[in-house]
């Protein structure tokens, strides 16, 4: 199976009602920016985290990946994702996107991917 793109979900003056779904066990392909960021929930008993892969380097080095706990239960909002440090460059298929990973059970997550306009 391959990741899955998620789309973004915009907040808005009027409110927005996030809607969520479990990703799939190879992870997701997910918007970057300023105002970007991940709203996940672990409905499990067991703990799980979730991993953004960063593309960026600092003096020729790769800056680690950003993994979050998620333990049984919580709620976490993980960003914002930004496009500098998360994105794949301009001509890629993925160009201002990410890759996200998760451990645990996949149909314990709910996740959504939200941004201010």
């Given at each position: 199976m391959a990741r899955q793109s998620v789309t973004t979900q915009l907040i808005t003056h009027a409110g927005t009602a996030p809607t969520a779904a479990s990703?799939?066990?190879d992870g997701d392909i997910v918007d970057t920016g300023g105002t970007v960021f991940l709203l996940v929930s672990n409905n499990g008993a067991s703990a799980a985290s979730v991993t953004v892969q960063t593309r960026a380097t600092y003096d020729?080095?790769?800056v680690?990946?950003?993994t979050v706990a998620l333990p049984a239960g919580a709620t976490k909002a993980i960003g914002p994702l930004s496009t500098a440090t998360f994105g794949f460059s301009a001509g890629d298929t993925n160009a201002k996107r990410a890759f996200v990973?998760?451990?645990g059970t996949p149909a314990d997550l709910a996740r959504s991917v939200l941004?201010?306009?």
């Open positions: 990703p799939n066990a020729g080095l790769a680690e990946d950003l990973d998760y451990t941004a201010f306009t």
